[in-house]
């Protein structure tokens, strides 16, 4: 036999096929009664949730409505937007992936316990959505850098619907997570090792330059000629347009010892009439992953491979390990960020890696120092 729902109080009701009571309340300048869901069975909780809006003050309602209506959805267009507005370079993919997450919540109804299992999702099955390319990026667990990244996304939209709506929101805390610096260490030793093996010269003069100056790869493959500042006929910088830079603000390399003789070089073999400086039989330069691959493997130094699936070092690595370099040679971080194009300090440290041969060889030079003071 069904169970009959019990008699409710004036102002609560029941709605089909569902056990939560709801409450019905007139609002100043409307003809017709707010319907809202209490949110519970139990009748006194009921009863006290529809007294609650009855004595709300109309500013705070009004406030409350406007929280409901806008969506995380919502949040991250205005992030999109914002970001085309200032010229920065926004990852569409973490946009979808949170879009796909959160995107029907309503902001305010965020909570860090919601965020946190978000991330465990992410971390042990990886960052899914409708949009993944599943050819080129596969499923896989992502790491506590990559849920730090998103979680920035979501905060800075969620700042841009306080500024830009006017939506008051609860305080809300995201997850961060430890990062550890990214990549492998290349030593000069090895690297030099390594580099004659690529015969091309504008091929072996990017992958030197990467090393030397660590540019961003993709940056610095799109050098262009008008990028270079010759003086007395000699190339002394590179200099970036914001556009051309990932973080959108002017970027000055100098160029001097080695990496200005590798950049004169490159200015003498120039095309006329060739916009890119980096032109490989008039095509513009392209992955040198196959050139990296077999340069490696041919150098023969014991237990050095190279692919990122093997557990090898790979081009981006030789970013990593120019920063590295320049810690092991004290070069305070505010100016290996001015070289590396980094705009935090955070961002900047991921790439500095200090394994043991840079710390051998920072010590080794330290106490070089300290005899030569010693007589």
């Known amino acids: 036999m069904k169970k009959s729902k019990s008699k409710l109080p004036s102002g609560l ?35 006290r949730f529809r007294a609650a809006r009855l004595a709300e003050h109309p500013t705070a309602r009004t406030e409350r409505l406007t929280r409901q209506k806008v969506t995380t959805a919502d949040a991250l267009a205005l992030y999109e937007k914002d970001c085309t507005d200032h010229g920065v370079q926004r990852h569409e993919g973490r946009v979808q992936a949170l879009r796909h997450a959160l995107g029907s919540i309503p902001i305010a109804e965020l909570t860090r316990a919601r965020l946190d299992e978000l991330c465990r999702s992410w971390r042990t099955v990886g960052v899914d959505y409708p949009e993944r390319n599943k050819k080129l990026h596969r499923l896989r667990a992502v790491t506590g850098a990559t849920c730090n990244r998103l979680m920035a996304t979501l905060g800075r939209a969620r700042t841009l619907a306080m500024d830009k709506l006017g939506v008051e929101l609860p305080r809300l805390t995201f997850p961060k997570f ?60 590179l200099v970036y347009k914001p556009a051309q830079v990932k973080q959108r603000v002017p970027h000055e390399v100098p160029l001097v010892g ?36 077999h340069a490696v493997e041919v150098s023969g130094i014991e237990g050095l491979k190279a692919g ?64 030569q003071a010693r007589g």
């Open 13 to 47: 009701f029941y709605r089909k096929r569902s056990a939560v009571i709801w409450c019905w309340y007139y609002v100043k300048g409307s003809n017709q009664p707010t319907k809202e869901s209490t949110g519970t069975t139990d009748t006194d909780e009921a009863k």
């Open 178 to 237: 430890h990062e550890e610096p990214a990549g492998r260490y290349v030593s000069p030793s090895d690297f030099y090792a390594i580099l004659p093996h690529i015969t091309h010269p504008t091929k072996r003069a990017f992958v030197e330059l990467l090393y030397l100056l660590g540019i961003r790869p993709g940056q610095l493959k799109s050098t262009e000629t008008s990028n270079v500042r010759v003086e007395n006929g000699k190339p002394v910088a």
């Open 258 to 293: 080695r990496a200005q003789e590798v950049g004169a070089d490159l200015w003498k073999a120039r095309q006329l009439g060739s916009r890119l400086l980096f032109k490989v039989n008039g095509k513009p330069l392209r992955e040198l992953k196959t050139e990296w691959h």
């Open 308 to 371: 990122r699936k093997a557990g090898g070092i790979v081009l981006y690595n030789l970013r990593h390990s120019c920063l590295a370099n320049l810690a092991a040679a004290g070069v305070p971080d505010s100016t290996a960020r001015a070289i590396s194009g980094h705009k935090t300090d955070s961002a900047h440290r991921r790439y500095v890696i200090t394994q043991a041969s840079a710390k051998a060889a920072a010590l080794a030079a330290m106490t070089e120092a300290v005899t």
